[in-house]
């Protein structure tokens, strides 16, 4: 059985569910959301990624309605949401501190958004048990929220926003206050309620690891712009610019001129060093300034000069950095330049060859590494 | 040790200041009144030995007590005070919170200087307010002057030496106990609740009834008891502001220790009133420890 790729932003005749329109947003002389104009799909897990300040918040909290555009629009489901308050919009959110009620046990909580809808009491009560069977709270449904765990209390945070079966749900860091193990379950957990529910989730984060985890697409924001959307898989491998680069995961980046021959472009980084040659499909002028950034695992470390690289580069070991599963060696150039090259660690330590202030071989093939304009 | 000696100090003060004092009016709660010094009788004469202790004993009885209730003038007191008590707390709570709600939702740079307005008026005597506030309410007081200079009226307002007056100093005196707890639980609540609320489909008003009101509950509780307590037992504002309708304990006790004399029967006076306060007292106390555990 084949399975088609959840990929809406590719289809054509897909309507979107969010559309920002040409948004900006300031606050004062500052201008946290600068002519932002995207689209989100219905069922999507849209991740904004960003530093802190870079305007996903606000984003975000302008689709939960507590921020309205300078300028600009918003659609949600083709309904433009410049009058529509908080209160009255299909749109539920799940806030960084929880915001439980303290006064309320952990099943008011979850029933309290159902309540305001008036329904009834069976419903409600049908309801509230559904997702506290969903996020295994059942057992404390009467505790007050000061009585149970952080991990507990997020995940009634969760139940709390889910229970009214948003079109649109929003994570402002959910998961921010937890360690790091319960982190990583509870990231698998949201991906299986997102995918149970058929929820659109719009998640804030600035831990890319997290936001790679759990998205269909990530967005890195930078000053109130989205720098690149694109699948987490694109981002790393793919990225548009230095600054995606750099953000996401680790990168060597080696700037020169660029010398286009055929589909190949050629860097001059240095004198005296070998140009670095790699692939690209963008056209590059000759003498351009131009970015070659590759990623620390797609580059070689040996002891003895590799015979068949497109690309080879000598110097010596700086540094390393032992993580267990893997290693980064910090190759330092003769230009003054320091290149991270990654092994996965699958021989004892004791084996291990390579050490401080050995001379090594550094390589990589043409196709490893991506070329940057800016 | 030492820790017996800490513990020993709270409690030796409270002996020493409380209780020891307190057995003394109930004593004298328990004597009849005399044309002596001190006016009243028996007086403990350790000298007699055992004999002077019994008889001294024999001569205690609860006739002040009983004589409360054959004069119906002490129970309406009593009735009145409880009365104006609970009446200027709700109004105090009623002037108190919204200003406690705006100090609460003030910018944080501000909320320093008007926590310092509220308790500014505590750095001038009591009394001498109390006094201004009679400039203020008399009939060519400072209120009648421009009201009539207005035109909004065309006679001055007997305000002072009414209960309208009584009103207007407790609930003047009194306001800083009710907005400061209040204004510590607004203060301590996370706005992001409000947002929460909102965000479930709360309007801002039913967000106010459903989460603010709850969480500054024990604020509320806290404010209406310090009000609700020291006003029971008020006897100068009463006394300066108030006319001769007005009936509060507080008065009664005075007149009856300085006008008649009587220290018995003002004794007894005192003893009951201090009955009826133990209620409150321990139920704002219980409040307090319920609010601690919550936080706990």
């Not at chain 1, 984003?59 to 209160?87: S, V």
């Not at chain 1, 505790?143 to 945070?157: D, E, F, L, N, T």
């Not at chain 1, 995606?244 to 995961?249: H, L, P, S, T």
Request: contains cysteine.
């Amino acid at each position: 059985m084949s399975q088609t790729v959840f990929a809406p932003w590719d289809d054509p005749n897909e309507k979107p569910l969010i559309q920002f329109r040409n948004v900006t947003k300031r606050f004062g002389d500052f201008t946290a959301i600068d002519d932002l104009t995207q689209d989100i799909y219905t069922r999507e897990f849209f991740a904004l990624l960003g530093p802190s300040g870079c305007g996903k918040t606000t984003m975000m909290r302008m689709l939960a309605g507590f921020e309205t555009p300078t300028e600009g629009k918003i659609f949600i489901a083709g309904q433009d949401m410049a009058k529509i308050p908080p209160n009255k919009r299909a749109v539920n959110m799940m806030f960084q501190s929880y915001a439980l009620f303290p006064h309320l046990s952990v099943w008011e909580n979850i029933a309290f958004g159902l309540k305001r809808e008036g329904k009834d009491k069976d419903a409600i009560a049908a309801r509230v048990e559904e997702m506290l069977r969903l996020t295994r709270l059942s057992k404390f449904a009467k505790r007050k929220p000061h009585q149970i765990s952080g991990g507990q209390r997020q995940r009634v945070a969760l139940a709390r926003s889910l229970a009214k079966a948003p079109k649109l749900l929003l994570l402002d860091e959910p998961l921010g206050a937890l360690d790091k193990k319960l982190r990583q379950d509870t990231q698998f957990e949201l991906m299986d309620i997102q995918e149970k529910t058929g929820t659109t989730f719009v998640i804030v984060t600035h831990d890319q690891e997290e936001a790679m985890t759990v998205a269909s697409r990530v967005a890195v924001m930078d000053e109130g712009r989205i720098i690149q959307v694109a699948t987490p898989a694109q981002i790393y491998e793919a990225p548009n610019s230095v600054y995606v680069a750099d953000f996401i995961g680790d990168v060597n980046i080696i700037s020169g001129r660029a010398k286009p021959n055929g589909d190949k472009v050629v860097t001059q980084w240095a004198e005296g060093q070998p140009d670095i040659i790699g692939t690209t499909a963008t056209k590059f002028d000759a003498g351009q300034e131009i970015h070659f950034a590759i990623r620390p695992e797609k580059v070689a470390i040996s002891t003895e000069e590799p015979q068949d690289a497109a690309n080879k580069l000598q110097g010596k070991v700086l540094d390393i950095a032992y993580l267990g599963n893997i290693s980064t060696y910090h190759v330092a150039l003769p230009t003054g330049h320091v290149i991270k090259a990654q092994t996965a660690n699958t021989r004892r330590l004791s084996r291990r060859q390579i050490t401080w202030e050995d001379p090594v071989w550094i390589s990589f093939t043409d196709t490893a590494g991506v070329l940057l304009e800016r | 040790m030492r820790r017996f000696v800490l513990i020993a100090v709270p409690y030796l003060w409270l002996i020493a200041l409380f209780l020891i004092p307190f057995v003394i009016v109930l004593k004298i709660s328990l004597s009849d009144v005399a044309l002596a010094r001190p006016p009243y009788f028996p007086q403990l004469d350790l000298s007699q030995g055992w004999e002077g202790l019994t008889s001294f004993f024999a001569e205690l009885d609860f006739e002040n007590f009983w004589f409360l209730t054959t004069d119906d003038l002490y129970w309406k007191a009593y009735l009145s005070s409880l009365q104006i008590a609970l009446t200027s707390t709700v109004m105090t709570l009623i002037v108190g919170y919204p200003i406690a709600y705006a100090m609460a939702r003030a910018a944080p740079e501000w909320r320093p200087t008007l926590l310092m307005l509220v308790i500014l008026p505590f750095w001038t005597s009591f009394l001498i307010r109390v006094y201004a506030w009679m400039g203020i309410l008399s009939n060519e007081g400072l209120l009648n002057q421009f009201l009539l200079w207005l035109g909004v009226i065309n006679e001055p307002l007997t305000i002072l030496n009414t209960n309208t007056a009584v009103y207007i100093g407790i609930v003047y005196t009194y306001l800083p106990f009710m907005i400061l707890p209040i204004y510590s639980a607004l203060e301590r609540m996370d706005d992001s609740l409000l947002e929460a609320a909102e965000d479930l489909g709360c309007s801002r008003l039913s967000a106010f009834w459903l989460v603010t009101i709850p969480l500054s509950k024990n604020g509320i509780i806290a404010g209406c008891f310090l009000v609700f307590i020291p006003t029971i037992g008020e006897f100068v504002i009463p006394s300066l502001l108030g006319g001769s309708g007005t009936l509060m304990i507080g008065k009664v006790l005075w007149e009856e220790f300085f006008s008649n004399r009587d220290w018995p029967v003002a004794s007894a006076v005192a003893v009951i009133l201090l009955l009826i306060l133990v209620i409150p007292i321990i139920l704002f106390q219980r409040n307090e420890q319920k609010q601690r555990e919550a936080e706990g």
